[in-house]
Every structure is written in structure tokens, then in C-alpha cells.
């Protein structure tokens, strides 16, 4: 361990919480561990030194509590500061990673209200309304941001360059709006801003009524669709999507 | 003035916080949703409607559970009334539109909160896609919702 290293909490650690038993400086600890800062930043903010942050995040790893979290090329830039990869002191451009396959238990589809107590009268559920007819005005152009990930810079000419019959991984879309931005939870809004301007009765005929920020299995196959997002991601970040977006055929 | 991506944070971030601050830091986040068909709506809610720099709305929905240990995490207080479940939802509600005008001012517009239970009175217009961010405490969960009603956030 360098403390560079970015941990979040696991699965696991829901699952146990309740049991675990930690002096209170630990729990500090093991708590600041968020998916963005690192063991560093971790133990500084938990005002703990160092040296005693690495056998408590060691013990951590060991009860599988937290576990390590990969970065975007874009995030890991930010953090050392480089402006391009030249600064990072690699040889060759490190890997990109968009995938985090080790992620925790998937969100449902629509997130279930919670059971109801015995004394509620009615069970809470999700309320369908017909979305309006708003258009939205043009939209304010985004900065763009220090780095380009190594897939924005010889960009396609176009979102649905590639074939049109190739499904188009949503996941794959959303890492790569994530990637743009050098911070998870500001990334996912960005997605959130790219996506409301992709007309919802795209997304609901190809039964796509939500998409997940981590690991969404849909595939885009529509080209309409794929254009809309595409379309959508140049309005709003001015970027083109890359290739990678599209699943092998 | 436009609002960023971390102006529109601020509505989460302030909700996290505030929680955070009661519950000493248990809050954990899952992996949020961009909804497009429906809202999501708990036991209670507290919305708060935006206009001016953003149009739209932000609300917190929570099961009776989490709210109850809430309002015993202090102090064991018993079982949470149905009154007591609205205060403690409602103070939340309270506190984000407080520190959202401490932090936009004038340039946004918060309605006053509206607190329900179950389902609104009033129906809400569902925007072109809603940001839904799961939170869980001792197993209980709440969601913090934002809808804008484009993404055009002048």
C-alpha cells in the first residue's frame, strides 16, 4: 500500500455492520472510506496517522469490508495533476478502466419502496405520470475537461458511426460520460444531464424505463435511440462517443 | 447564472450531509438510477419544488423504519407516530431548503416543503428522467430524488 490506493466499502460490509465491533477511531476510519478518496486523503480526514491507517485498512481488506476501487484514466490524471498522459511518467497510456465487474449488489431496475410497517394503510409505490411536452432550450456549453480519455482523441465522426445493427452497451455509455469528469458522483450527473435529453419514449420502446450508474446490462440496439444519446452527449459535453461504446459483433 | 454539475450535487450533498450529522457518518450510498417512467416513493416524503436556476423538484422518501430510527437515535423515544415519522421528515426537508438558499439565494426559487405520506395528494409531473440516489442505514432505505424538468439548468 502507497496511500494512493481508493477503497470503498463492500457488500459484505452492509451485510455486517451491525455486528461489527470497533473502537471509535476505527469506525472513523473504516467509515471514510467513500470510492473517491484515497487511503491517504482516508486517514488524514479520519485524523489518523499513517502509519496507523495501513494495518487498520489491511484488517479491513482481510474481513473483505472494503475492497479496492479502480479509476477512470481522466480521475487518475486529476488526481496526480498531469495535464496529459506525458505527465503521469508512462511509457504507454495506461489502461482506461470502464468497467468495474466488482461491483455491489445491482439497484433494481426501479428502485422498490421500502416494505411497508404494519401500521401503514397502504404500501408505498412507484407513481407513474406521463412525462410532459417540454422542450429543452439549448443547453449551456460545458468546459471542456483537462484531459481526454485516450478513446476521445481521435473521436468518430458521429455517435452511430459504426454500424447501426450493432447494440450499443449502456454501460459502456455511462462509464464513458463518468470518464469526462473527474469525480464519480459529479460524473453520474452529467449522465443525468446527457439523458434528459434523450426523449423518454426512445428509452421505454426499447424497455429501458431506468438506467443504472454501475454496471447497467442494457444494449441499445435502435438506431434512433443510439443517436438520440449521441446526439445528447455532443449537446451536452461536446464530445463524440467512442467506438468502445458499441458490443463486439 | 447556469447551474454545474456540482451546483446540482449541492441538493444531494446537503441531504447526505445533514443525515450524516444525525446518524454520525452511517449513511452508506448505492449505486444511483436515472428513472425515466416512474417516481419512486416511500412510507414518507418531503419535496421541495425549484424554480429559477433550476426547475424541477428535489425530495427525500424514506420507510417508516429508517425514519423511526431517526427520531430514536438520540434518545430512545418508543415507536415513531405517524406525526412523529412527518416531523422528522419534514425537519430534513427544513434544513436542505434552508442551506439550498443559504447557498443559491435569490437566483433559485424553493417552495415551500410539501410533507406526505405514502403517495402525493397532488400529482407531480414526472420529468424527462428522474436522478435517483439509494441510501441505506441499519438496513433501512431512503431515496433522494431529483427531477429537472430539462437540462437546460439556467
Known amino acids: 500500500m502507497t496511500g494512493t490506493e481508493i477503497y470503498k466499502r463492500t457488500a459484505a460490509y452492509d451485510r455486517e455492520a451491525r455486528d461489527i465491533r470497533l473502537l471509535a477511531p476505527h469506525w472513523k476510519v473504516l467509515l471514510a472510506f467513500d470510492g473517491q478518496r484515497t487511503l491517504a486523503e482516508v486517514a488524514l480526514s479520519a485524523e489518523t496517522s499513517f502509519a496507523e491507517a495501513l494495518p487498520l485498512t489491511q484488517k479491513f481488506l482481510d474481513q473483505s469490508w472494503i475492497e479496492e476501487t479502480p479509476i477512470t484514466l481522466d480521475q487518475y490524471m486529476k488526481r496526480i495533476g498531469a495535464r496529459d498522459i506525458a505527465g503521469t511518467g508512462a511509457s504507454v497510456p495506461p489502461a482506461v478502466v470502464l468497467h468495474d465487474p466488482k461491483k455491489d449488489v445491482p439497484v433494481p431496475a426501479t428502485p422498490a419502496p421500502a416494505a411497508p410497517a404494519p401500521s401503514m394503510p397502504v404500501p408505498p409505490k412507484p407513481v407513474a405520470v406521463t412525462p410532459p411536452g417540454i422542450v429543452p432550450p439549448p443547453l449551456p456549453i460545458a468546459p471542456p475537461p483537462p484531459v481526454k480519455p485516450p478513446e476521445a482523441v481521435t473521436p468518430e465522426k458521429g455517435a452511430t458511426s459504426k454500424s447501426s445493427r450493432t447494440p450499443m452497451k449502456l454501460s459502456a455509455v455511462v462509464d464513458f460520460i463518468t470518464s469526462l469528469v473527474g469525480n464519480i458522483s459529479l460524473g453520474q450527473l452529467l449522465v443525468y444531464r446527457v439523458f434528459l435529453r434523450v426523449p423518454p419514449e426512445l428509452l421505454l420502446a426499447e424497455d429501458i424505463a431506468s438506467v443504472h450508474l454501475a454496471n447497467d446490462t442494457s444494449l441499445v440496439k435502435g438506431e434512433k435511440l443510439q443517436k438520440a444519446i449521441g446526439d445528447a452527449i455532443e449537446a451536452v459535453t461536446k464530445r463524440t462517443l467512442p467506438d468502445s461504446v458499441f458490443a463486439a459483433a | ?154
Open chain 2, 1 to 154: 447564472m447556469p447551474l454545474h454539475e456540482q451546483d446540482i450535487y449541492y441538493f444531494i450533498d446537503v441531504t447526505l450531509t445533514h443525515l450524516n450529522k444525525i446518524t454520525g457518518n452511517e449513511i452508506v450510498l448505492r449505486d444511483p438510477t436515472i428513472e425515466f417512467q416512474s417516481l419512486v416513493f416511500s412510507a414518507y416524503t418531503g419535496l421541495l419544488h425549484l424554480k429559477g436556476g433550476a426547475e424541477g423538484f428535489v425530495y427525500i422518501t424514506a420507510s417508516q423504519q429508517f425514519l423511526n430510527f431517526l427520531y430514536n437515535f438520540r434518545q430512545s423515544r418508543g415507536k415513531a407516530s405517524e406525526e412523529d415519522c412527518r416531523e422528522v421528515i419534514s425537519d430534513i426537508t427544513n434544513t436542505v431548503a434552508q442551506q439550498v438558499h443559504k447557498r443559491f439565494g435569490s437566483t433559485l426559487k424553493i417552495s415551500e416543503p410539501r410533507i406526505f405520506s405514502t403517495v402525493p395528494d397532488d400529482p407531480i409531473e414526472m420529468p424527462p428522467a428522474v436522478f435517483v440516489q439509494p441510501i441505506v442505514w441499519r438496513k433501512e432505505h431512503a431515496y433522494i430524488v431529483l427531477g429537472l424538468a430539462s437540462a437546460e439548468t439556467t
